[in-house]
C-alpha cells in the first residue's frame, strides 16, 4: 500500500474505528492527506486475545483500507509482518511522522484508557500538534456523561436511559415512553419453553481475503486462546448490515421474550451479535437502534423486544462507557469484596462436569462469543461466588471475547458481574445458586449435578458456594434492599447449617482450583 512524504495532514485510524464518518477522517484532503492504519503487536498480545478477535480486526482493517484507497485515499498501511514495525501505535505513529513530514495529526480519542495515555504520552515527546478529536460514533460524550453524573450519589442506569429516550426521540411520543412504560424487562425474563428452537443464525462465511488473514492468524499467534474454524464475523459495514438485517427479520420479535433463555449448544439464540460491529465502527448505533424502532412503528416485532433492544445500546452500552471514563484509571484496581483466589482451569480448557459452565466455555471457544445471560450468570456468577480476583476474572473477559474492548468488558465484568466495583454499575451483585440457571437454561437435565443439592457429593456447586458467598459478605452485603429476602433466609439457618455450608463451598472451590493467590 502506498507510502508517500505527504507534507498534508497525518490522520490516524485505529482498528476500531473504521467508520466512514470517523471524525479524524473530517475535513480530508485526499491530495495532501494521508491515513495511518498499523497492525501492532502491542495491541495483539497486551492480553493474548482470542484468535477470531485479532482475525477480525486485521480483516476489517485491511478490507477498510481497500475501500479508502478505492476512494482516492493515501494510506500508509502497516501489516503484523513488516520488518521495521516498531509494534506499537506510538511507535508507527512515530515512523509516520519521520517519513511524512506531516504538518500535524489528528486522531479519534482511543476506545481504552491504556492505549489514549501512551498517546497521550507520546504527545509529550513531539513538536508537530497533534489533536485529538471526540469519538462520535457514541450518542453521550465522555463530557456529557460526566456532566450527567455531577451531585448524583448513584448512577442508575435506568435514569441515564431514560435521558438518552428523551434525547434520541426513540420510542417516545412527546415527552413520554410510547405504551407509557420506560422499561419492559419484566416481560423479557421468559426461560425455555418445551421444544424451543431459536432462529438458525447464518452469520457470515470469511471472504477469500478473510481467509487469507485467518491463516495469518493460526501461524502467528497459535499459542492464543479459542479455534478460527468457525470463524464468521462481519468484517465490512455490508456483511455487518447484512446481518442485522438478519437479526431484524428473524430474531427481534422474539428477542424479548429469549433474551435471557440458555439452550445447550445454541449459540446465538435471538441475539444480534452486533457488538463486534459497532465496536468497529461497521455499524452505527442510532440507525440500528431506528431501525428496530421502524420495526414496530411497523407492527413487525412486539414493544417489549425493540425497546429491550434499544435499552442494551443506547443504556447499557452507553452508561458503561460513561462509567469506564469518568473512574478510569482508578476503577480497574477497585476489590469491594477483596476476592482474591485463582481463576479454575477449567474456564480455558472446558474440562469441567457443570453443564452450563462447560457450554459456555465450548462456545467461546468455538465461536469467541456467549451472550449476555451466560456472560453473567454462569461464568460472572460462578467467579463471583468463588471469590475469583478481578485481574484473573478480567483478563479471562478479555481474552475469550471477539467483542472484548476494555471500555466495555471492564464495567460489565467487574461491575455488573463480580461486583468487585462495589455496586457503582449495579445496585446488588447478581449472585444466584442453581436454581436461576435451572429455570433460564435447559442445562441441568443433563448435567452430573443435583440442581436441588446443596451438601451431598453431586450437589450442584453454585449452591452452597451462593449461600457462603452471602454469608461470607454479611458485612458489606446484608444491608442492600435487594437482597433482604436471602438474607432472611440465610438467617433462619442453624449455625451448624451455615457451617457445613461454609465447609462445602470450601471444599468446592480447592477442588476447582481456586485457591488463594
Ligand atoms: C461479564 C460480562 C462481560 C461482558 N463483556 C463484554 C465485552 O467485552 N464486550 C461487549 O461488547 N459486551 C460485553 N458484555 C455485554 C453483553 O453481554 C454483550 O454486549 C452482548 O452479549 C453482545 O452480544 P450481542 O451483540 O448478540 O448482543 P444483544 O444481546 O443482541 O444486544 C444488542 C447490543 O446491545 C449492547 N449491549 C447489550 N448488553 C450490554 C451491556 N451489558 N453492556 C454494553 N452493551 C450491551 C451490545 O452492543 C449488543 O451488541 C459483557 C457482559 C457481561 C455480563
Ligand atoms: S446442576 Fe448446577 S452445575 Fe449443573 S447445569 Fe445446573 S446449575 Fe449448572
Redesign the pocket.
Known sequence: MVCNPSGGVLRLVLGDQLGANLSALEGLNPAADTVLMAEVADEATYVLHHKQKIALIFAAMRAHARALEAGGVRVRYIRIDDAGSTGSIAGELGRAIEALAPTRVVRTACGEWRLEAALEAFAQTQSIPIEVREDSRFLCSRADFARWSEGRRDLTMEWFYRDMRRRTGLLMDGDQPVGGVWNLDRDNRNGPARHLRPPTNPRTPPSHATRQVIAEVEARFADHFGGLEQFAWATTAAEAQAEFDW?LDHALPG?GQW?DTMLLGET?MW??????S??LGLLD?LEVCRAAEARWRDGRAPLNAVEG?IR??IG??E??RGVYWLKMPEYALRNALQADRRLPWFYWSGETDMACVADVVAQVRDHA????IQ??MV??NLAMLLGVAPAEINDW??VV?A???EW??L???HG???FADGGIVGSKPYAAGGAYINRMSNACGSCRYDVKGRLQDDACPFNALYWDFLDRNAPRLAGLHRLQMPYKTLSRMTPEERQRIRAKAEATRLAMGAAPL
Open positions: 437479526f428477542f433474551q446465538w441475539h444480534a451479535g452486533i457488538s463486534t459497532l465496536h448505533p433492544f442494551q445500546i447499557w452500552r452508561f458503561v462469543y456467549a451472550h449476555h456472560r453473567l461464568t460472572g473477559y478479555m471475547f467483542d472484548a474492548f466495555v468488558e464495567p460489565n465484568t455488573m458481574a463480580t
